[in-house]
């Protein structure tokens, strides 16, 4: 690790060495212990402090209109996937109920007696 990784490293993560994310952890504390790595250190741990003091104003109604955003968002991509697919699902159920009549319709001609079977029966 040079000293320019060993900076940004530092920029992105901050002065805390608890949150720093590398793989070369004992290089960068090497750095950290230099003159110039203290110094970016200090500077950083000025930033994060100032940082800290930051508070977002509260909002009360925020989380209603995130939490009404979301819902609709869903709502319209249930619409939207229905709409998608609902040529397909007519199709579909259009099909079961040709099969559906035709096998019913089969059924109730197997258990009729046809009228071409009594056609030429003769009975004298």
Avoid: H
């Avoid at 002065?15 to 950290?32: G, P």
């Avoid at 100032?50 to 508070?55: K, P, S, T, V």
């Avoid at 619409?79 to 559906?100: K, N, Q, V």
Wanted: glycine share 4%; proline share 2%; aromatic share 16%.
């Amino acid at each position: 690790m040079d000293f320019n990784s060993f900076q940004k490293m530092v920029q992105t993560f901050g002065a805390c060495r608890a949150r720093w994310e590398t793989k070369e952890f004992e290089a960068a504390s090497a750095w950290a212990e230099t003159p110039r790595g203290a110094d970016i250190i200090r500077s950083e741990q000025k930033l994060d402090e100032r940082l800290n003091l930051f508070r977002p104003p509260v909002c009360a109604g925020l989380s209603d209109r995130l939490y009404a955003a979301l819902l609709n968002e869903k709502t319209q991509r249930q619409f939207l996937f229905i709409l998608r697919y609902s040529t397909w699902l007519s199709l579909l159920f259009m099909i079961g109920g040709f099969c559906l009549g035709w096998y019913q319709t089969r059924q109730v001609y197997i258990n009729t007696q046809s009228y071409f079977d009594t056609l030429f029966d003769i009975n004298y």
